[in-house]
């Protein structure tokens, strides 16, 4: 009798053992969380966000030192100015993205929105090599979308592309078109009319399956800026961590460090 409990009081300190280990294995959030979660920051890729979030031009004026010096501090493989408008008269013609890229030696690519009497409207990508390939999807008259393969790694590489969404029309089109080009290594960085965040969320959750795709909206630290940054992929990708830094004035820095997952 003294060796049947000892052999049931066995039995039940592993069952017990073996109900707490499984309990701690299962930890996280569901969105690859818990105890194998680890960031592997050799498959991470960098964008650096550059923007002040309205819908003025970046640089009102020709003091671009303060970004120029931002830029070169930090490590990123893709820079995203926004609204870098470029003004022309009848004698002249001034693009302040390009002179932020001279100074800062890097490759600048003008990504449209629109013209008023007097400027050419959109963003500038800035990468550190120049592309032997890439495209300006025209989504409506004033709203094109960049997209290029660039390498994050030494033998990865993401399918990059970036658009300012303004109005439910440009969101529209553009869902059609990522839903059409939604591969493992799409990653979409860009900025969206923040009273519009919430049509851009469910116009992706009709249109692509749930488990397909991820996108984060960015909290940056004003709450009430006219636009925000989105981060949209294919659901292999993971947003790890962002980081606001303050550069001059309104206009501000956000670092954006997502990995690739196997």
């Not at 013209?115 to 032997?132: F, H, M, R, W």
Request: glycine content about 6%; aromatic content about 8%; proline content about 2%.
């Amino acid at each position: 009798m003294k060796d049947l409990i000892k052999l049931m009081g066995i039995l039940l300190s592993v069952l017990l053992f073996a109900c707490s280990s499984d309990s701690g294995d299962d930890g996280g959030d569901g969105g690859g969380g818990g105890k194998d979660d680890v960031w592997d920051k050799n498959r991470t890729a960098k964008v650096l966000v550059i923007s002040d979030l309205s819908a003025g031009n970046l640089f009102p004026n020709a003091n671009y030192s303060s970004v120029v010096n931002k830029i070169k501090a930090t490590e990123q493989n893709a820079i995203l100015l926004t609204n870098t408008n470029v003004s022309f008269s009848a004698t002249e013609m001034l693009n302040p993205a390009a002179k932020v890229a001279h100074q800062s030696l890097y490759m600048p690519y003008f990504v449209p929105r629109g013209k008023t009497g007097n400027e050419y409207l959109g963003n500038t990508i800035l990468l550190g090599q120049a592309l032997s390939d890439m495209q300006q999807t025209v989504l409506t008259t004033d709203c094109w979308m960049f997209q290029a393969e660039i390498p994050f790694t030494s033998s990865l590489k993401m399918r990059f592309s970036s658009a300012t969404f303004g109005s439910d029309d440009q969101i529209a089109a553009a869902v059609s078109s990522i839903k059409n080009n939604l591969f493992v290594s799409t990653l979409v960085v860009g900025t969206v009319k923040r009273s519009l965040s919430s049509k851009l969320e469910s116009s992706l959750s009709t249109a692509l399956t749930k488990d397909s795709y991820m996108l984060n909206i960015i909290d940056n630290a004003n709450k009430s800026s006219e636009y925000c940054i989105y981060i949209l992929g294919s659901s292999k990708w993971k947003l790890r961590d962002m980081s606001e830094t303050a550069i001059s004035g309104d206009i501000k820095s956000f670092l954006i460090q997502i990995e690739l997952l196997k």
